[in-house]
Every structure is written in C-alpha cells, then in structure tokens.
C-alpha cells in the first residue's frame, strides 16, 4: 500500500468526539438531564406494564379455549399434556406452557370475566401473584382485596403469601382506637386503616421468658420484615429515642415517622396484658415527640400501643378519656390456622386435578367405548 492509499484509509477512520466537561455545560442542564431521564423511566415502566397485561390476557385467553373446549368435547387432561408438548416443540424460546401452568390459566378463565381481566388491579399483577391468590382464596371479593393491596404496597409473591395466610384482610384496620373521636372525620379512618390487630411477628425467636427489651431487639434485627407488617410509609427512626423534657429524660420503645400519615408514630410494646395505665406513659411520650421532633406541616403523633393480650371493652373504656390519638392492638408470633375455618382453598392439589382429569378420561372412554 503507497502513502496515498494509507492516507485515504487514515481519513476513513470515523472519529468521536470526547465527551465535554460537565463544568462547561449550561446550568439548565442538569434539569433536561433529569427531564430525558424520567421520561426514560417512566417509558420502562410503562413498557413492562404493557407487556405484563398482555401476557395476563393471552394466558386468560388461552385458559378460556382450553374451558371452551373441554365443556364441549369432555376431555380430560391427556389433552393439555399433548398440548403443553407440543406448545413446547413449537415455541422452545417460550416459557410457561408446562401441563400445570396451562391448568392455571385453565382456572384463571373459570374465575374471572373477560371484563374483570384486562382491568386494574388484575391486569397489573404479575403471573405469580394470580396464582397465589387462585390457590389460596375462593371468594372474588377476598381476591380483589389481595390483589389492590399487592401492587399499592409492592408486594412481592412471597410477601403476598404470608399476608394471606396471616389474614391481612381481616387484621387490617382492626385496632381498638379513639381516631374518630379524636382526629378530623377527613383523616381518622386512613389512620384507622394503617393499623391492625393483631400484629404478626412469625419472624420472631423470643425465648420463653423474654421482656420488652427482648422483644424490641429482636423486632430491629429484623427490621425490614417488621415494616413490611407496620405497613405502607412507615420509616423507622430510632429505639429507645432520648427525649429531653425541661431536663428529665424518657426513652420511648421505638418511633417512626409515615409519610403517607405525614406524622410521628410511638409505638410501646408490652409483653403482657394491656393495662389502662399504660396510655399515660405512651400520652407523654406522644405529646413530647410533637414538641421535640415534628415540623411544621407534620400532623399530631399518633401512639400504638402493642399488647401480647387485651380485653378490647376495657381498651375501648381506657382511650375514652384520652384525647391523644391512641391505637391498641395484640401481637403474636403465629396464626395457627392459615386460613379462617369457613374458608376452603379454591382449587385442589395437582396431583387431585390431575386424579379428577383421569376419572374424566376413564369416564369418557367408557362412555363412548
């Protein structure tokens, strides 16, 4: 190759620009850097969610040609075996054709319409969510209610498991309180719902004679899944929290903030029984934090008062003097049954669908034989 033809090589090469400086940008920039930024974000997001609904509504689809189906002709399960093979063969990139997820979308299409389906809060749940909800819940007012708190409150499959299981739906809002006596009819009943009763630390491993002090500890190494149980907005601030009142000092067990409630929250743990005495110490703790810690827009502290037992008239009877905002609630470490006793689980085992599938099999092959 001459000097000519390395030349024309050379200006061939296309070259970048080195990226400029931050300092010498405009100072506007950082404002578009953010703007392109969300848009970006909120793209993604807006992106996975189509993608999701999409994939809900063809597995409903696919689950009512399978019902169709089957209601027509009678067949059994040998079918959707045959089928999720050759799904499989024809798709080998694609997961979720398994014999068990088609009999999820199988059952997903017995349980909600059409309508139902492509509509928030069931279009927007994922895959896994819809079939915790189809196996552990059989009434579509529970299920709605499960579903509406999983995407307000992020929750992850596992996450809406436990809170099935732990009866979120018939805790929540159940703590005995005086909000709608004390605070404005506009807010009491937010406030009401934030709490439960009881609270459920199956995280927990107290020893057989453990106290106040055992049980806080324990509560903070654990702290990720005691807020997931507290709730929506709450971020922890501190334990046993030095507050100085004109020079006496009190520590209460542990405070947080919610920044949906926009006040403080102080909370008291008893390992014992709940006793009236017990709302004097909280009341003052609660009115020193609105001195010492809240700002200005913050709303007046609410307490929360956690008793291992209470008997809930004589509760009731203690806040009627207090016009603090006070919640009184139990806390336990399990809930022995699952679900409530009038509740049976919506769909067999695998193995007892599969064993009813056969039988129609069985059935129809005598049938026409």
């Not at 068990?100 to 017995?110: I, P, Q």
């Not at 992020?154 to 809406?160: F, K, P, V």
């Not at 106040?212 to 929290?241: D, N, S, W």
Request: net charge negative; charged share 25%.
């Amino acid at each position: 190759m001459n000097s000519q033809d390395k030349t024309s090589a050379s200006d061939d090469v296309v070259r970048f620009a080195s990226t400029p400086p931050a300092a010498g940008l405009p100072e506007w920039y950082p404002m578009l850097l953010n703007s392109v930024s969300d848009r970006i974000s909120q793209g993604q997001r807006q992106a996975a969610l189509a993608a999701n609904q999409e994939l809900i509504n063809t597995y409903w689809h696919i689950g009512r040609d399978i019902l169709d189906r089957q209601s027509q002709q009678g067949w059994g399960t040998k079918v959707i075996d045959r089928l999720s093979a050759d799904l499989r063969d024809r798709y080998p990139d694609v997961k979720g054709f398994s014999p068990r997820n088609l009999k999820y979308m199988r059952t997903l299409a017995g349980v909600w319409t059409a309508e139902a389906i492509v509509q928030a809060p069931l279009a927007q749940l994922p895959w896994y969510h819809h079939i915790a909800l189809l196996e552990k819940l059989n009434e579509e007012s529970t299920r709605i209610w499960y579903a509406q708190a999983a995407l307000a409150e992020s929750w992850s499959r596992n996450h809406l498991v436990r809170q099935i299981e732990t009866r979120m739906h018939e805790r929540s809002g159940q703590a005995t309180s005086n909000f709608n006596t004390v605070l404005p009819s506009s807010t009491s009943s937010g406030v009401q719902e934030a709490t439960k009763d009881p609270y459920v630390f199956d995280f927990l491993e107290l020893t057989e004679s453990h106290n106040e002090r055992e049980l806080e500890g324990q509560l903070l190494q654990h702290v990720e899944r005691f807020l997931l149980e507290l709730g929506r907005g709450f971020a922890f601030v501190g334990r046993q929290l030095r507050l100085d009142v004109a020079g006496d000092e009190f520590f209460p067990d542990l405070v947080f903030y919610n920044f949906i409630l926009r006040r403080f929250v102080v909370v008291e743990l008893k390992v014992g029984k709940f006793e009236p005495g017990h709302l004097g110490q909280l009341g003052m703790y609660m009115s020193a934090v609105d001195d010492l810690l809240a700002q200005p827009g913050d709303e007046p502290t609410i307490g929360l008062l956690l008793c291992k037992t209470k008997n809930s008239v004589v509760a009731e009877y203690a806040l009627r003097g207090f016009k603090s905002p006070i919640g009184v609630a139990e806390w336990a470490t399990e809930i022995k049954d699952s679900l409530p006793d009038n509740v049976s689980r919506s769909l067999p085992s695998v193995d007892e669908l599969e064993a009813e599938l056969a039988a129609t099999d069985i059935a129809n092959t005598d049938h026409h034989g």
